[in-house]
């Protein structure tokens, strides 16, 4: 399979329509028909890492055809983030500096890069 088929598979799975992945990552649906169709030497990194984010999908993958489709790292990565975004817009400001603040805490207590 090419890039654009593998894109095209993961897009079709997800049941989004090419307008609707190009909103997503905040592209035109011509930038997707053109990866699809493979009228697109590389894709953009840029462009790669939204599509795999939003598809939820391996990079080495749509990239390269290497590992498996889904990255269930990401995903549970992305749920959590959903859902920490989630609960931290019912915050104040004030709380959710105090929240970010004990991460940044965390981080630096246990030497995590930032």
């Given at each position: 399979m090419t890039?654009g088929e593998?894109?095209k598979?993961?897009?079709?799975?997800?049941?989004f329509?090419?307008?609707?992945?190009a909103?997503k990552?905040?592209?035109?649906?011509?930038v997707?028909?053109?990866?699809?169709h493979n009228k697109?030497?590389?894709p953009?990194?840029l462009?790669i890492n939204?599509l795999?984010n939003v598809?939820?999908?391996?990079?080495?993958?749509?990239?390269s055809?290497t590992g498996e489709?889904?990255?269930?790292?990401a995903i549970?990565s992305?749920k959590?983030?959903a859902?920490?975004y989630?609960i931290?817009?019912?915050?104040?400001?004030?709380?959710?500096?105090?929240?970010l603040?004990?991460?940044?805490t965390?981080?630096?207590?246990?030497n995590?890069?930032?």
């Amino acid at each position: 399979m090419t890039l654009g088929e593998r894109l095209k598979t993961a897009r079709t799975l997800k049941g989004f329509t090419q307008d609707e992945l190009a909103e997503k990552i905040g592209t035109s649906r011509g930038v997707i028909t053109n990866i699809e169709h493979n009228k697109t030497e590389a894709p953009q990194p840029l462009i790669i890492n939204a599509l795999c984010n939003v598809l939820e999908i391996n990079q080495e993958w749509l990239v390269s055809e290497t590992g498996e489709m889904y990255n269930s790292e990401a995903i549970r990565s992305s749920k959590v983030l959903a859902e920490i975004y989630s609960i931290s817009k019912e915050l104040s400001e004030e709380e959710q500096l105090y929240i970010l603040d004990v991460i940044k805490t965390y981080m630096k207590h246990f030497n995590l890069k930032k």
